[in-house]
């Protein structure tokens, strides 16, 4: 399977024709085990028939976890030309049927991310793509398939494509002017942006380190994606944790709701 944030690629496209939030969620959901650390069975979240059933109310969850939780802590980390480019989740103009886009978004999403799979995925049990499973070369030691190829050149080009779009957004995208409401602590934002580095980086190590604990002669292979693996879900509670402690600021300095 292609790696999780290059997904995306497949839903950026609708964006016009669902909520764009959820699109992007949804094309990342099944493989929510990677963040938060679960191990759900993968049978379940990748299954043909199945994967509705959790995709749906596991992506809605996750929906209104990051509009209502980490879209506007994160924002306010982000660069100014950044901020000046997206509305604010309370000036937002909603759609009649706002709702249905975002559950609409959410299912085509969850599709887009099992056809990604099937696309870049060879199966054993068929014998015509045995062969390419095997190992082809060797790169610094490391073994690689056509099956490698498919699944991470399927990734480097869907994450090329996401930065293209993303480019050509940031170019078109209408600025706005600021108040410091949008920005959050902006006097704080360096030493925010420096503890999130440290404690980001202290998280990889811890994680190399645990995943190489787990095995004996493990791989160069296995202890990176051991560390991805340790890594993502201690990343994301540090996020949330991030994100709790922004809210509470907000309210502390306007304690009446932010005044526009």
Do not use: K
């Amino acid at each position: 399977m292609p790696f999780t944030l290059a997904h995306p690629v497949l839903v950026i496209p609708l964006r016009r024709r669902a909520d764009l939030t959820a699109l992007v969620i949804g094309s990342m959901v099944p493989d929510l085990t990677h963040f938060v650390g679960f191990d759900i069975n993968r049978s379940i979240t990748h299954h043909a028939l199945l994967w509705p059933l959790f995709c749906l109310p596991v992506g809605l969850l996750a929906y209104l976890l990051f509009t209502r939780l980490l879209r506007e802590p994160l924002l306010s980390l982000g660069p100014r030309g950044l901020v000046e480019r997206l509305v604010p989740r309370d000036r937002q103009p909603r759609q009649p049927g706002h709702q249905r886009l975002v559950l609409l978004g959410l299912l085509i999403g969850g599709a887009s991310h099992l056809l990604f799979d099937r696309l870049t995925t060879l199966e054993p049990a068929y014998a015509w793509s045995r062969p390419l499973l095997a190992p082809m070369v060797a790169v610094a030691g490391i073994p690689i398939s056509v099956q490698d190829l498919l699944r991470h050149g399927g990734a480097l080009l869907g994450l090329g494509l996401i930065g293209w779009w993303t480019q050509r957004w940031w170019r078109a995208a209408p600025r706005r002017p600021l108040s410091a409401e949008d920005l959050g602590p902006l006097h704080l934002q360096p030493l925010v942006r420096a503890l999130i580095v440290i404690v980001g980086a202290s998280v990889v190590l811890a994680a190399a380190l645990l995943a190489a604990m787990t095995e004996d002669g493990v791989s160069a292979r296995h202890l990176i994606g051991n560390t991805v693996r340790f890594a993502m879900p201690a990343t994301t509670l540090a996020l949330m944790a991030y994100a709790a402690l922004w809210h509470v600021w907000r309210r502390s300095v306007w304690p009446g709701g932010v005044q526009r």
